[in-house]
Structures are given as structure tokens and as C-alpha cells.
């Protein structure tokens, strides 16, 4: 999944980028700073009055089991389509002679649909975009801020009321320069600072919003490594297992995916997710593993507070 092993791959292909025609995008020399940037967001955006119809682009960290507990979070006329891959980045989306990883095996299924004829239907409330990690390598070889603001041109210039959202993601457990503190610096430096930062430099019709599921991450993780709660006590809790036992470092379990799903319902919503259900299914039908009572408690809590206090979801505070 898009992490440091990938930079020479990632470089090749850079390189190899005029193959397919595709330039070098413009990046301004000075990119709108931390108060240009609070003051676009200072209106939040109108509260949703029924289920939202929602498109989501991106890798495995969006997979198919999270949009699927997101529908059932939502309720009556939610739906959604997506488009994915491994370790996927927007540039590699919007240009289909570049290969994807995955990509037949993480769109065989009944929710995918092709994501430029999607979102330049002009048929979706919410499209919702994410960048591969990592993201540094992503700013380096594939122009991020640029191919974000392709994509939600594509959405804005589809439909004047699409809201486009980046979805927040994570680096791994593993991470050199460590889990929790690239959770906290890469959110204003790198989502922020540069990803939001250079589609408000083109004077956008609307800004992109955030879904801030890493400060979500962030918030659960330190909260149950100093108060444990029963089945959710520490970070790997919330991780996959590999097929040989192992720690999966980057990719979410089921409880994972739930906490990403809350933070997704209460950004999209505006909607406290305190009390929602913590049975759901997967994708195919199968039941989730559930956090405990108390732990989806938790998490329902922190995503709500998360999400209020950052005037970049839209959620009124």
C-alpha cells in the first residue's frame, strides 16, 4: 500500500510519465498559507436533509468494506459507487493507459463504476477523493495538488451542488518517523498545507472539504493506550492481520473500518453518530467484527469531536 518501498517504482514511473503524455502540471510558486486557508473555510456548509448519493475514489484504504458500513450508518437512500486500487494515486486515476495495481480484483464488484464517466456525470451529492501513501512520495513523483484539483473540478464543473471531500488517511505503524507524530504533523503540512492548500490557489468555485479520519485514528489510539477498554487497548487492535499472522502495519481490521465509517457519516452528515449501531456487515454480506459497546462508544464520541472542531469538514461547530 503506496509506503516507503515503493519510491523507486514511483520513480520509474515519474520518469516515465512523458510516455503517456502527461506533462508537468503547474504547481503555484507560493501556496495560500494557514489564515488564507481558515478564512475559506469560515461558512460551513448546509446540513443534508436526506441520504446522500456518494462516489468514492481512491485505493485500499477506502477498500469495499467501509463505504458498505457507511451505507448501513446512513441508512434509507444512501448509495454509492467507487473506483479503486492498491496503493493508487490520483494521478494514476485520472489516466488510464497508467497501470493500477488491484485494479480488477478491487473493482469486481456491483458498486463500481468507471470514475470519469462518475463523477463528470454530475450525478453524485458527495464525491469523495484520497491520495496514496506515501504521501510525500505522492507530492514528489505525482503531483497531488494538482490531480486533486482535476478531480474536483471534474465534480464542481458536473454539478454546482457535488460536495468534494479528501479523505485524511495514515502512514503505517511501522513509519520511520513514527505513527502518532506523522498523524500530527502531516495533517497541516502535507493534507492542509499542500493538498487543500493548492486547490484554494486556484480560486476554486468551492473548496474541498476534509474527512479528518487520521485525527480520528490519532484521538481512539491515545485514549485507549491510556485507559484500555476490553478488545480495544492498543493500536494494533485496530489493524489487520496478514494472511501469515502477522501485523498488517497499514491496512484497518473491521473495527478499523468502523471508525473511518463513523468519521465519514459525521463529516457527511452533520450528524452526532452517538448511538449508531456497531453490528454491521461487510461488504459481502458477512457479519463485522464488532467493537464492544464501550469501544464504539468511544469511538463515536472522539469522531464527533474530531469532526465539530475542524472548520474544514463543513460541520458547523
Excluded at 520518469?15 to 503524455?21: H, K, R, V
Amino acid at each position: 500500500m503506496g509506503g516507503p518501498s515503493r519510491r523507486a517504482a514511483l520513480a520509474l514511473l515519474a520518469a516515465a510519465g512523458g510516455g503517456f503524455a502527461l506533462g508537468s502540471l503547474h504547481r503555484p510558486a507560493r501556496l495560500p498559507g494557514p489564515v488564507a486557508v481558515a478564512a475559506a473555510y469560515q461558512t460551513p456548509l448546509p446540513t443534508p436533509r436526506r441520504g446522500l448519493n456518494v462516489f468514492h475514489l481512491g485505493h485500499s484504504l477506502v477498500g469495499r468494506d467501509m463505504p458498505a458500513m457507511l451505507a448501513q450508518l446512513a441508512g434509507e437512500g444512501h448509495r454509492y459507487h467507487s473506483q479503486l486500487g492498491q496503493g493508487t494515486a490520483l494521478r494514476q486515476h485520472w489516466y488510464p493507459g497508467l497501470p493500477v495495481q488491484g485494479f480488477a480484483s478491487e473493482n469486481a464488484h456491483d458498486r463500481f463504476r468507471p470514475a470519469h464517466g462518475a463523477i463528470g456525470s454530475g450525478d453524485y451529492d458527495a464525491v469523495i477523493l484520497t491520495e496514496m501513501v506515501e504521501l510525500l512520495d505522492a507530492l514528489k513523483y505525482h503531483e497531488s495538488g494538482p490531480y486533486l484539483t482535476r478531480w474536483a473540478d471534474l465534480a464542481r464543473g458536473a454539478n454546482p451542488t457535488t460536495r468534494v471531500y479528501l479523505y485524511e488517511t495514515w502512514h503505517g505503524l511501522d513509519d520511520s518517523g513514527g505513527f502518532l507524530a506523522r498523524l500530527d504533523a502531516d495533517i497541516e503540512r502535507l493534507w492542509v498545507g499542500e493538498l487543500l492548500a493548492h486547490d484554494l490557489s486556484t480560486a476554486p468555485p468551492r473548496p474541498i472539504h476534509l474527512i479528518p479520519a487520521g485525527q480520528v485514528l490519532a484521538r481512539v489510539v491515545r485514549a485507549i493506550e491510556s485507559d484500555p477498554l476490553p478488545g480495544l487497548a492498543r493500536r494494533e487492535d485496530l489493524f489487520a492481520l496478514a494472511p501469515d499472522g502477522s501485523r498488517d502495519p497499514i491496512h484497518l481490521n473491521d473495527i478499523g473500518a468502523y471508525l473511518v465509517a463513523v468519521t465519514h457519516f459525521a463529516t457527511l452528515y452533520h450528524r452526532p453518530p452517538l448511538g449508531l449501531p456497531h453490528r454491521l456487515l461487510r461488504a459481502d454480506g458477512t457479519p463485522a467484527d464488532a467493537p464492544g459497546a464501550a469501544a464504539a462508544a468511544l469511538i463515536q464520541r472522539l469522531a464527533w469531536e474530531v469532526v465539530r472542531a475542524d472548520p474544514r469538514t463543513g460541520v458547523p461547530a
